[in-house]
């Protein structure tokens, strides 16, 4: 049976995410300039990594707040979702992320495109641009991110009132290491969202990278911890 207002709640957490995650890279330009200085790296991961935490609080009771199909498609896998449902979750959470960067190009007209994609435009000068080094990084990332989500949010013994704290400290730790790299996307739907929005042929020829690595990455770490501890968990409940 699908579940419309779980959708919904997907829809509205990522567009929370690609409003204040964007935003907060906006911000961070005018406050201390282009480039990415300690401090704006800093502002970027809290602005992330605070906003996950608060749509999982808000929503997880609602929809597991995936507000990522890299988090959803190992939830299909490990047959934590349905398959149907789990389709509903990712159009949600990629419709959610372009009405969200439709919303910040209104409110800021005057922002380049670089500015709202946020980075998210393939391998930095510090990987020496190149996209193997980055697809591995964005598998990294994400398969730590989902270990996180699986282990608190998932598994039956975690303590759920501290798995919103836990998943965004997680997103901050990795943007603040992820973002010089490759952006530190980790999340198809908040990549491809600028990138269709603004309607950019050069982010768009990257959204191979942005989907296809954190979707690895993820499956990795969804298998992994759901068949050697989760399930392990339920059996002996």
Known sequence: MVNPRAWLAEAIATFGLVFFGPLSVILSVVVFGDGLSIESIIMISLGHGAIIALMVYAFGHVSG?????????????????????????????????IIATLSLMALFPEIGKAVLWGGHGGPSELLNFSMESAFIVEIILTFFLVVVIFMTAVHKNAPKSVYGAAIGGMVFLLHLVGVPLTGASMNPARSLAPAVATGDAGLLEVQWLYWAAPIIGGIIAGVIMNYVYVNKAEKEA
């Open 65 to 97: 707040a995936h507000i990522n199909p890299a988090v959803t498609i190992p939830m299909i896998i490990t047959k934590k979702i349905g398959v149907a449902d789990g389709a509903g979750y990712i159009v949600s959470q990629v419709i959610g992320g």
